[in-house]
């Protein structure tokens, strides 16, 4: 009778756990039939669907999105930083902006050098110096000025309100924070609202940036690089060191670009240009593994693996040598995604051995960088749809916080290359492509993608991740067209990268097949397996065969779809 027991229990608990386990393996994220909103935070997601209720389009919950991010996600979202959008209209058309940070007019090519030439710690990553002229405020109003529908009041007001408001600390947050707050001393010479001891479920409010928010709406655009902000910040840096004046803001321009578009299978990819590396690293590496049979290989096998990693190594080595800002540098664009070529970079691979990264240089015609990126990808009730990445670089940027103004200030200078040949903090090699010039946008590896498929949207995503944002946009699209699977799981998969230099593939821990990492090994190739280790953060939208929406929302981070 005892036994019975016993067994009846072990058999409701089995029911209970193996319940458990189908719960958390979503097979398929949200599902929604008119419009819907992906991004870091559920509070950010939610303003901007609120936005595509009310009949805004995609660019008008661009502008709620981008901006209540600042408010509900101060690690990457931002006010004082930038990023780039690309997007699909409704009947094809396409396009991109690019609102990167730009080097101060003060800026020199050595200016985080010391006298022998070398690199000096933390400068360029940490307080005042390290601080780019911040694109955000004139990227959004750009998109609304040109394709957005409803009045900016409208727009911005739920994002004042939840200023006001405050958001709700989450675990994951709490977590950042206590991580990151050793450092906010190091860059700030009073305390800040962060140094505080936060806890999950605490409220932090934001009454600062609310007010700085609604001077932006009352004076629009020039408010943050013409007006009080303008010389609140101007003077907030200079006397924290750093070198920004009235006249970098005042000057300060978001750029229209055209987007890089290439084909793979049936599939027309449409990524983000230069000063974005990512559209064309993607074309290369998508180029480079076209022609195997990639869904026969299988789903991280050990064949899948090695090609993957063998095409970024090359990608990588290009980005590091031609990529820069294209106002200062000639950008061999055709040549290096070029069939013939990428065709010619993978002549010497074979599944025999890896390729060492020392025998891979720049084709004929290396990197470290943030992870701490922030990404969301919308699709609006009309078939309109975005995908934009936008960053302060570090974790809250260059740590330092104007508590005036309510918000963090990038560190985006780190990824100019301080020194050719000398990695960031990300590991990228930089070359002279990317030195520092005054106005000079640096490099990025920002990948904000759309995909189209028999001439009609089919997808739209993209991730933080510094170096490994291309690897993991990859991937996901990879995912779901190789390998068959839904927008979720596709974004749930693990996910490993390689960047040419350092020479080794980076896995996300105890998530892939042993047996498949001993045999990397003994073909030489370096696996670098850390628990603290996450590829990416992916946003992403897939349309259906029944043309309905899925969400795929990154379970790494508080990532969340919310659509109607």
Not at 515 to 527: R, V
Request: charged fraction near 25%; hydrophobic fraction near 40%.
């Amino acid at each position: 009778m005892r036994k019975k027991i016993i067994y009846s229990i072990a058999l409701i608990y089995c029911a209970i756990s193996c319940k458990t386990t189908e719960l958390k393996v979503n097979k398929s994220g949200l599902i929604t039939q008119h419009a819907m909103v992906v991004s870091a935070r559920v509070e950010a997601s939610k303003i901007g669907n609120d936005i595509l209720k009310k009949g805004g389009n995609a660019f008008d919950a661009m502008v709620a999105t981008e901006l209540a991010l600042a408010v509900a996600y101060p690690y990457a979202g931002n006010l004082g930083g930038g990023g780039f959008m690309v997007y699909r209209k409704a009947n094809g058309d396409i396009g991109a902006i690019d609102y990167r940070e730009k080097a101060p007019l003060a800026a020199t090519k050595d200016m985080y050098l010391d006298e022998s030439g070398l690199v000096i710690p933390n400068k360029s990553t940490l307080g005042a110096m390290a601080v780019g002229v911040p694109g955000t405020i004139a990227g959004v109003f750009e998109v609304h000025e040109k394709l957005g529908s409803l009045p900016i009041e409208v727009i911005l007001r739920p994002v004042i309100e939840l200023a006001y408001k405050g958001v709700v600390v989450t675990e994951k947050q709490e977590k950042r924070i206590k991580k990151y707050q050793p450092l906010f001393p190091k860059a700030n010479k009073t305390p800040i609202v962060f140094d505080k001891v936060w806890k999950t479920h605490d409220t932090i409010k934001y009454p600062a940036l609310a007010k700085t928010l609604e001077r932006i709406l009352k004076y629009g655009r020039d408010e943050f690089y013409k007006g009080k902000t303008a010389h609140t910040l101007a003077r907030f840096i200079q006397q924290n060191g750093g070198i920004i004046t009235t006249e970098d803001l005042a000057k300060y321009e978001a750029k229209w670009r055209t987007p890089i578009t290439f084909t793979y299978d049936d599939l027309k990819i449409i990524s983000m240009s230069p000063p974005a590396s990512g559209g064309i690293c993607l074309a290369q590496i998508m180029g480079m593994i076209e022609h195997y049979p990639l869904h026969r290989y299988g789903h991280n096998s050990q064949k899948a693996i090695q090609l993957i990693t063998e095409a970024e190594r090359r990608a990588y080595a290009d980005r590091s040598f031609y990529l820069g800002d294209p106002d200062f540098v000639d950008i061999p664009i055709n040549k290096l995604i070029d069939n013939n070529y990428l065709k010619s970079r993978m002549a010497d691979f074979t599944f025999k051995e890896a390729t060492l990264s020392t025998q891979v240089s720049h084709g004929d015609v290396q990197i470290i960088e943030s992870d701490e990126t922030t990404h969301y990808s919308i699709v609006d009730p009309f078939g309109n749809a975005i995908a934009a990445t936008t960053t302060l670089n570090g974790a809250y940027g260059s740590k330092l916080y104007c508590s005036e103004l309510g918000f963090f200030l990038n560190n985006e200078m780190d990824d100019f290359s301080s020194k050719t040949g000398a990695p960031n903090m990300f590991g990228l090699i930089g070359a002279e492509a990317n030195s520092i010039v005054p106005e000079k946008r640096m490099l990025s590896s920002m990948t904000p993608t759309i995909v189209e498929k028999d001439n009609k949207l089919y997808m739209t995503l993209g991730t933080p991740g510094g170096s490994t944002i291309i690897t993991s946009v990859l991937q996901t699209i990879l995912n779901v067209h190789e390998f068959n699977m839904t927008m979720q799981e596709a974004v749930n998969a693990p996910r490993f990268h390689h960047q040419w230099l350092p020479d080794e593939i980076k896995v996300e821990p105890k998530a892939f097949n042993k047996s498949t990492i001993n045999k990397l090994e003994s073909l030489g190739y370096s696996i670098r397996e850390e628990e603290s280790v996450i590829i990416g953060k992916v946003d992403g939208i897939l349309v259906l065969d029944d043309n309905r929406y899925e969400g795929g929302a990154d379970y790494r981070g508080d990532d969340t779809a919310v659509g109607f």
